[in-house]
T-cell receptor
Framework: DQQVKQNSPSLSVQEGRISILNCDYT??????FLWYKKYPAEGPTFLIS?????DKNEDGRFTVFLNKSAKHLSLHIVPSQPGDSAVYFC??????????????FGKGTLLTVNP | NAGVMQNPRHLVRRRGQEARLRCSPM?????VYWYRQLPEEGLKFMVY????????ESGMPKERFSAEFPKEGPSILRIQQVVRGDSAAYFC????????????FGDGTRLSIL
C-alpha cells in the first residue's frame, strides 16, 4: 500500500522556467511533510519541510504548497537551474504521534532541467 | 566532513555470508535511522536507534537482520545469511532529536549479493 505517491516518474523543464513536482498521500494522519533531493550515488539531501498547520513554506527558490483537503502537496522551483536535475522524493510522517520519526517516502520524480 | 558517514560504499557478498554496514552520525546527533531502497522504489524505514537503545525496529525483517548503536563507535546494521533479495541501497540518517527534525542522510551502502 503506497501511502505517499509521486505519480510522475519524470519531468523535463527548460532552464529558467518553473518546475512543479507533485505528491499525493492517502494517510490522513500525516501532518509533517518533507522534500528531499537525491543525486546518483549520493544520499538524499533535505530541501524543505512543511507542517500541516501551514499551507505554504518558502525557502529561496523552493516553495512547498500543502492542500490538506486534497491530500496533495507540491514543490515549486523557480527559476529552475541545470544543477537542480536530480530525483526528488516526497516524504511524510505523523508528527503528533509517537512515531513522528518514521518517514514514509514516495518513489521519486526525476527532474531534468535542460540548458 | 561533518556529515553522516557510511561505509563501505559498496559491499559484495555471496549468498549465505554476513554483511555489516556501518554508520557514523553527524556530530551532535544521537538519533540514528536506517532505511532500505530497493530498485525503482522509495526509501523504506527499517529501524530507529539511540545510543545503546533500539527505539523502533518495526521495519526490520523478523529474521537475519539486526541493528545496534553502541555507546562508543558507529551504528551497525547486520544481515546474516544474505540472500539475493537483500540486494539494495541501505541509507543511514541522523538527527539532533527524534521530534520533527529533518533527518540528514549518508551516501548509502550499495549491497550486492552474488
Amino acid at each position: 500500500d503506497q501511502q505517499v505517491k509521486q505519480n510522475s516518474p519524470s519531468l523535463s523543464v527548460q532552464e529558467g522556467r518553473i518546475s512543479i513536482l507533485n505528491c499525493d498521500y492517502t494517510n490522513s494522519m500525516f501532518d509533517y511533510f518533507l522534500w528531499y533531493k537525491k543525486y546518483p550515488a549520493e544520499g538524499p539531501t533535505f530541501l524543505i519541510s512543511i507542517s500541516s498547520i501551514k499551507d505554504k513554506n518558502e525557502d529561496g527558490r523552493f516553495t512547498v504548497f500543502l492542500n490538506k483537503s486534497a491530500k496533495h502537496l507540491s514543490l515549486h522551483i523557480v527559476p529552475s537551474q541545470p544543477g537542480d536535475s536530480a530525483v526528488y522524493f516526497c516524504a511524510a510522517s505523523v508528527a503528533s504521534g509517537g512515531s513522528n520519526y518514521k518517514l514514509t517516502f514516495g518513489k521519486g520524480t526525476l527532474l531534468t532541467v535542460n540548458p | 566532513n561533518a556529515g553522516v558517514m557510511q561505509n563501505p560504499r559498496h559491499l559484495v557478498r555471496r549468498r549465505g555470508q554476513e554483511a555489516r554496514l556501518r554508520c557514523s552520525p553527524m556530530k551532535g546527533h544521537s538519533h540514528v535511522y536506517w532505511y532500505r531502497q530497493l530498485p525503482e522504489e522509495g526509501l523504506k524505514f527499517m529501524v530507529y536507534l539511540q545510543k545503546e537503545n533500539i527505539i523502533d525496529e518495526s521495519g526490520m525483517p523478523k529474521e537475519r537482520f539486526s541493528a545496534e548503536f553502541p555507546k562508543e563507535g558507529p551504528s551497525i546494521l547486520r544481515i546474516q545469511q544474505v540472500v539475493r533479495g537483500d540486494s539494495a541501497a541501505y541509507f543511514c540518517a541522523s538527527s539532533v532529536t527524534g521530534d520533527n527534525q529533518p533527518q540528514h542522510f549518508g551516501d548509502g551502502t550499495r549491497l550486492s549479493i552474488l
